[in-house]
């Protein structure tokens, strides 16, 4: 319609109809690349392939380049388009949370929590505690998502989760965080070896030893790192490193070698070959909880917090030489 100056104004029905086409467009192109070619994607869209076709040429004159290089009837993605692809993953990660959720509200308040969490937390201390919140609650569906460092912005910044369980500090706008537990790295080394009959492992007995190291520029490694040259001791063997804390467990209980890790790692593959025992100098890791501002806390969230932190206070019921968690 016009305005009453005598200019045109924006037609929000025009406006949507065009989001809308846009939206298909991306929905054709994402499956044209999960399934690899148009015919696949039209089956997965429930579509005939020459709309599918016909989305794809559209969002290229949209982009205004090319997506695909067509040859021989095939389609072969270039990389604006692998780069595409991939920046789409948190668009649809979006959408597949919303209709998650809308399929588990239900009238009773059973609902669906979606928790965030980095790799210490996701091997034992979580399982353990869904475990506790979900025998009063069978009905509540959960969602995992494990978080790396790298990731722990993103998922931030979209507040598309309830709660996350984060080593801290966390120093992020839009949050609110409580502390959960503090605890101490521990040294871990095969059943059997000469160290394990000590109560407390420190670090220049590790000097001569063979070393499993986390990866570089990790929180781990730099708090380690730190440790042993507060304590003036150069190990001298360090020939093996590794992304995660479950792969140095699984070293060290094959006999490769000793490692000093956090916590929540150790306890959750105690049942492996491997003796664990506290460290000296003390590496503390701080970790809490994290709430989205941009999200009503609800009771759901309140109670499964609480549950958290009953947990979190009896996790390391250890003895000095750390060999019981309870």
Same mark, same amino acid.
């Given at each position: 319609?016009?305005?009453?100056?005598?200019?045109?104004?924006?037609?929000?029905?025009?406006?949507?109809?065009?989001?809308?086409?846009?939206?298909?467009?991306?929905?054709?192109?994402?499956?044209? =690349?999960?399934?690899?070619?148009?015919? +696949? *994607?039209?089956?997965?869209?429930?579509?005939?392939? &020459?709309? /599918? #076709?016909? %989305? !794809?040429?559209?969002?290229?004159?949209?982009?205004?380049?090319?997506?695909?290089?067509?040859?021989?009837?095939?389609?072969?993605?270039?990389?604006?388009?692998?780069?595409?692809?991939?920046?789409?993953?948190?668009?649809?990660?979006?959408?597949?949370?919303?209709?998650?959720?809308?399929?588990?509200?239900?009238?009773?308040?059973?609902?669906?929590?979606?928790?965030?969490?980095?790799?210490? =937390?996701?091997?034992?201390?979580?399982? +353990? *505690?869904?475990?506790?919140?979900?025998?009063?609650? &069978?009905? /509540? #569906?959960? %969602? !995992?998502?494990?978080?790396?460092?790298?990731?722990?912005?993103?998922?931030?910044?979209?507040?598309?989760?309830?709660?996350?369980?984060?080593?801290?500090?966390?120093?992020?706008?839009?949050?609110?965080?409580?502390?959960?537990?503090?605890?101490?790295?521990?040294?871990?080394?095969?059943?059997?070896?000469?160290?394990?009959?000590?109560?407390?492992?420190?670090?220049?007995?590790?000097?001569?030893?063979?070393?499993?190291?986390?990866?570089?520029?990790?929180?781990?490694?730099?708090?380690?790192?730190?440790?042993?040259?507060?304590?003036?001791?150069?190990?001298?063997?360090?020939?093996?490193?590794?992304?995660?804390?479950?792969?140095?467990?699984?070293?060290?209980?094959?006999?490769?070698?000793?490692?000093?890790?956090?916590?929540?790692?150790?306890?959750?593959?105690?049942?492996?070959?491997?003796?664990?025992?506290?460290?000296?100098?003390?590496?503390?890791?701080?970790?809490?909880?994290?709430?989205?501002?941009?999200?009503?806390?609800?009771?759901?969230?309140?109670?499964?917090?609480?549950?958290?932190?009953?947990?979190?206070?009896?996790?390391?019921?250890?003895?000095?030489?750390?060999?019981?968690?309870?």
């Amino acid at each position: 319609m016009d305005d009453p100056a005598g200019g045109d104004v924006d037609k929000p029905d025009d406006m949507w109809v065009e989001m809308k086409l846009n939206l298909k467009q991306l929905d054709a192109f994402r499956a044209v =690349m999960v399934a690899g070619s148009t015919s +696949e *994607a039209a089956l997965r869209l429930n579509i005939s392939q &020459p709309a /599918v #076709s016909r %989305s !794809l040429q559209n969002l290229e004159e949209s982009v205004n380049y090319n997506l695909f290089i067509r040859k021989n009837g095939r389609l072969f993605p270039t990389a604006e388009a692998e780069f595409l692809f991939s920046e789409l993953d948190q668009l649809y990660d979006s959408f597949d949370h919303i209709s998650h959720v809308m399929k588990n509200i239900r009238p009773t308040g059973d609902g669906h929590l979606q928790i965030l969490a980095s790799t210490p =937390m996701a091997q034992q201390f979580l399982p +353990e *505690a869904f475990a506790t919140f979900q025998s009063t609650r &069978p009905n /509540v #569906s959960i %969602s !995992l998502r494990i978080v790396v460092k790298r990731e722990t912005k993103k998922w931030l910044e979209s507040q598309q989760f309830d709660i996350a369980l984060l080593s801290f500090p966390i120093d992020y706008p839009s949050t609110q965080t409580q502390d959960l537990v503090s605890v101490d790295a521990r040294c871990v080394v095969p059943t059997g070896h000469p160290l394990a009959e000590k109560d407390v492992i420190d670090a220049e007995d590790l000097e001569q030893e063979n070393f499993i190291s986390i990866v570089p520029d990790t929180t781990l490694r730099i708090r380690v790192d730190n440790a042993f040259q507060s304590m003036g001791v150069y190990r001298q063997k360090m020939l093996l490193e590794t992304q995660s804390g479950a792969s140095i467990c699984q070293m060290v209980g094959a006999g490769m070698g000793v490692s000093v890790i956090d916590p929540f790692n150790a306890a959750a593959f105690n049942k492996l070959n491997i003796a664990i025992r506290p460290f000296r100098p003390r590496i503390r890791f701080d970790y809490g909880l994290v709430f989205p501002l941009q999200r009503q806390k609800s009771k759901l969230v309140g109670d499964f917090a609480n549950v958290l932190k009953n947990r979190a206070s009896n996790f390391f019921l250890t003895d000095i030489r750390g060999e019981n968690r309870r």
